[in-house]
């Protein structure tokens, strides 16, 4: 069974950076580096949004309009592990952040809270 367990998330001051990281456990058999995977965000009272994704080729990255050239997502397939560098970060960043295998989804993790704020 897959699971993806978030961490990294924490209160940061407008215009500071964070680093989120997502593990991924999985049985021996699985190979996720043929997975394409993203970062979500959920704001306070609103819906999960596609926040930014990377392809089994890592070169391959797509951002939403708030992420652009602000975040980067990057993977490690040697561990399984998503990142997403957030720099820049502004109030409106503030959500409890989530990764997930893109087309192919799984149960969601708890998330990280991330908290922007002065």
């Known amino acids: 069974q897959v699971q993806l367990v978030e961490s990294g998330g924490g209160l940061v001051q407008p215009g500071g950076s964070l680093s989120l990281s997502c593990q991924v456990s999985a049985p021996s058999a699985f190979i996720f580096s043929r997975y394409w995977m993203s970062w979500y965000a959920q704001p306070p009272g609103k819906e999960r949004e596609l926040v930014a994704t990377?392809?089994?080729?890592?070169?391959?990255?797509i951002y939403g309009d708030s992420a652009r050239g602000r975040f980067t997502i990057s993977r490690d397939n040697a561990k399984n592990m998503l990142t997403l560098q957030m720099n820049s970060l502004e109030p409106e960043d503030t959500a409890v952040y989530y990764c997930n295998f893109r087309y192919t989804p799984r149960p969601w993790g708890q998330g990280t809270q991330v908290t922007v704020s002065s």
């Open positions: 990377i392809g089994a080729d890592p070169s391959n990255t």
